[in-house]
């Protein structure tokens, strides 16, 4: 389960609305849209103030091992890995490996730092080649490129 969907059940099981977890922890109404959407993941001091609000651990918010990760049947893309589906594929936070990308640990892809957030690029071809996979060939999905 993603954090976007577990932070909605924790909404939920706390019986608030956005706007009042909002209120709670100075976190602004458009930002808890984001992370209800999906399109991003708090940083960790926002992260502890949400589980705070809300009565949860941290690490509640996040899928464990036994978890089925979004996008691990997903297939690569040609351009651009989205973070959560490369992260997905390593078996790992999409969270631990923003900060990766941010610290150039990657082989596969890098961050850039904007006036505002983070820009994240994941190269298809090197992770396929990071984590093993090998792209199905032309001639066998019957392909003429």
Same mark, same amino acid.
């Given at each position: 389960?993603?954090?976007?969907?577990?932070?909605?059940?924790? !909404?939920? /099981?706390?019986?608030?609305?956005?706007?009042?977890?909002?209120?709670?922890? %100075? $976190?602004?109404?458009?930002? &808890?849209?984001?992370?209800?959407?999906?399109?991003?993941?708090?940083?960790?001091?926002?992260?502890?103030?949400?589980?705070?609000?809300?009565?949860?651990?941290?690490?509640?918010?996040?899928?464990?091992?036994?978890?089925?990760?979004?996008?691990?049947?997903?297939? !690569?893309? /040609?351009?651009?890995?989205?973070?959560?589906?490369?992260?997905?594929?390593? %078996? $790992?936070?999409?969270?631990? &490996?923003?900060?990766?990308?941010?610290?150039?640990?990657?082989?596969?892809?890098?961050?850039?730092?904007?006036?505002?957030?983070?820009?994240?690029?994941?190269?298809?071809?090197?992770?396929?080649?990071?984590?093993?996979?090998?792209?199905?060939?032309?001639?066998?999905?019957?392909?003429?490129?």
């Amino acid at each position: 389960m993603s954090y976007a969907k577990r932070l909605e059940r924790a !909404l939920i /099981e706390a019986d608030l609305k956005a706007a009042e977890l909002s209120r709670r922890t %100075g $976190i602004s109404k458009a930002c &808890l849209s984001q992370y209800l959407s999906g399109v991003s993941i708090p940083r960790e001091d926002r992260q502890e103030m949400i589980a705070d609000a809300l009565g949860k651990e941290r690490d509640w918010f996040f899928p464990q091992k036994t978890d089925h990760m979004p996008g691990t049947d997903e297939e !690569l893309p /040609e351009r651009r890995v989205p973070v959560y589906l490369a992260a997905a594929k390593l %078996g $790992i936070n999409p969270q631990a &490996l923003r900060l990766a990308l941010q610290q150039k640990r990657c082989p596969f892809g890098f961050a850039v730092k904007t006036e505002k957030s983070w820009i994240y690029h994941i190269s298809p071809a090197q992770l396929r080649e990071y984590i093993g996979i090998k792209k199905e060939s032309s001639a066998a999905t019957g392909d003429p490129r």
